[in-house]
């Protein structure tokens, strides 16, 4: 089963989720500054292409910046 809001398939090529690398080449304020972009980015569309996915995609975002404190 796929998971596509915590662990999408076609971000984990390589032995590695692509979320972790991103994370490992910024410094935490950078990350963070990432992962509050992706929530905006999230938000801002759901209503014209995910829904749903999208919010709880938006909510994982927030979860994980929050995470790295």
């Known amino acids: 089963m796929t998971d596509n809001v ?3 398939r076609h971000y984990t ?4 989720e692509c979320i972790d690398a991103i994370e490992s080449a ?3 304020e950078e990350f963070r500054g990432y992962c509050k ?3 905006i980015k999230y938000v801002w569309r759901e209503a014209l292409k995910g829904g749903d ?3 709880r ?9 929050t ?3």
Do not use: Q, S, V
Not at 13 to 16: N, R
Not at 57 to 65: D, E, G, P, V
């Open 67 to 69: 995470a790295t404190e």
């Open 26 to 28: 910024l410094t935490p």
């Open 57 to 65: 995609k938006a909510i994982w975002y927030l979860t994980r910046a």
């Open 6 to 8: 915590n662990h999408p």
């Open 53 to 55: 996915e999208d919010m």
């Open 37 to 39: 972009g992706n929530a």
């Open 13 to 16: 090529a390589g032995g590695i």
